[in-house]
């Protein structure tokens, strides 16, 4: 378990093993998220909409499903 010791100015050091599994650097943004007795860290990505793409890639193309939906309910007349 990574754990970590809050200074007197409230500052944590991440592990080191943590900040290289996230390819966390100095100067980085990070933020803090109050979960009603436990608190994240999550950093906050330099590019949000590049680190986005292909997160809900899957093994059915979207839209082709919709469009094949939409095509067999029109057959169906509906």
């Given at each position: 378990m990574n754990t970590g010791t809050l200074s007197e100015k409230g500052w944590v050091v991440i592990p080191r093993e943590l900040r290289e599994r996230y390819h966390l650097k100095k100067g980085d943004k990070v933020h803090f998220i109050d979960y009603g007795g436990m608190v994240a860290i999550v950093p906050i990505s330099r590019e949000p909409v590049?680190?986005?793409a292909g997160m809900l890639k899957g093994?059915?193309?979207l839209?082709?499903?919709l469009l094949r939906e939409r095509q067999d309910a029109k057959a169906r007349g509906g």
């Open positions: 590049r680190d986005a093994r059915t193309n839209t082709a499903a």
